[in-house]
């Protein structure tokens, strides 16, 4: 049974810093892409950055030029590099992986990001 388990999550205040990463396990397949998807209280979700076996990478507009996604095929795990942080990061951060771009076919349980002074 795949899993993703997400680490990293916690407070941190605006224009700091934090790492997420995610393990999959279970057999997942390694050319999936992988990626992160976030959701706000009352929004809906939305994707945030996904990454392939390649190293090609796609970034929501939002968080263009703050944030890196990475990955380790070797370990099947993807990372997240959040840098100079705004109160509307703040979210429930999921890992996804999925067959292609933009398909989601497995997610973790989430971690929580709160960016507040």
């Known amino acids: 049974q795949v899993q993703l388990v997400e680490s990293g999550g916690g407070l941190v205040q605006p224009g700091g810093s934090l790492g997420l990463s995610c393990a999959a396990s279970?057999?997942?397949?390694?050319?999936?892409?992988m990626g992160w998807y976030r959701q706000a209280p009352g929004k809906q979700r939305d994707l945030v950055a996904q990454i392939d076996r390649t190293g090609s990478t796609a970034y929501a507009d939002s968080v263009k030029g703050r944030f890196t996604i990475s990955r380790d095929n070797a370990k099947n795990t993807v990372y997240l590099q959040m840098n100079v942080l705004e109160p509307e990061d703040t979210a429930v951060y999921y890992c996804g992986a999925g067959p292609g771009f933009n398909v989601l076919l497995y997610r973790g349980q989430g971690t929580q990001v709160t960016v507040s002074s």
């Open positions: 279970g057999g997942i397949s390694s050319t999936y892409v």
